[in-house]
């Protein structure tokens, strides 16, 4: 893509608290981003080349940056609202596609007319952004956005699930921003994730568990909250068992 709107409100509410520094590596992150419509690299010293970040204020910048506005996957640092927003275009556009191709189709024309004229309206088509904040959301691409843009994370699902396996854990009252973020990634990291059977098993585990359900610690034992569970440290260490010598 190489247009898109920016909503001067909803950017400033979202990086009121970045440099002017970050503020450029923010721009230049997110400009790649819908560029390539595939993560960035985890590999540090390729994004700092390829973003110009040579100063130590320049790379920090740039680690901020992912800190703020990315989740880090196995396939790549991802920006789930580009995401949405890139999956969202890609419904429109083929909409228009269909829609041109059925107009110039009644129209009867020469296939060669037909086809430039065709050519012309798709192209059109693809290049109208459908966004109402900073993102840019165009696409001329046919790629598999299955890493980048899975399903939506099912979060009231997975929070019944981790009542109903693990009714001794301390229940959910809130569910924030920040913890639907944190489920979200671990949802999105890996396609293996990305089923209410997995988060069954996985919770079923838990339950073997007799330190992660309070059956051990003596007069206070620990009793992890979903979030506990789902940070990525803590949910690595459930998965490869580290919870469960006992």
């Not at 995401?83 to 275009?89: A, F, K, L, Q, T």
């Not at 924030?176 to 999105?188: E, M, S």
């Amino acid at each position: 893509m190489h247009y898109y709107q920016k909503n001067i409100a909803d950017y400033r509410k979202d990086t009121t608290h970045l440099t002017m520094v970050e503020h450029g590596a923010y721009t230049r992150l997110i400009d790649q981003y819908y560029l390539d419509e595939e993560p960035l690299t985890l590999d540090e010293a390729k994004l700092m080349r390829t973003h110009c970040a040579r100063t130590n204020d320049e790379i920090q910048a740039i680690k901020n940056v992912l800190s703020d506005f990315f989740i880090k996957t196995d396939n790549g640092y991802i920006h789930s609202r580009c995401d949405r927003e890139i999956e969202r275009y890609h419904s429109k556009s083929k909409k228009a596609k269909e829609s041109a191709n059925a107009r110039w189709g009644k129209k009867k024309v020469s296939e060669s007319n037909a086809d430039a004229m065709r050519t012309h309206t798709e192209g059109n088509a693809n290049q109208q952004p459908i966004t109402n904040n900073q993102q840019p959301i165009t696409n001329n691409k046919e790629k598999d956005l299955v890493a980048s843009a899975p399903a939506d994370c099912p979060q009231e699902e997975i929070k019944k699930l981790y009542h109903e396996i693990l009714p001794m854990l301390p229940k959910i009252k809130i569910w924030n921003d920040k913890r639907k973020k944190i489920l979200r990634a671990r949802w999105r990291e890996s396609t293996k994730h990305q089923s209410l059977e997995f988060w069954e098993r996985y919770f079923n585990r838990i339950k073997t568990s007799l330190f992660l359900t309070g059956r051990a610690g003596g007069d206070r034992p620990f009793t992890p909250t979903l979030e506990w569970l789902i940070t990525e440290s803590n949910f690595i260490k459930v998965i490869e068992g580290n919870y469960h010598n006992d």
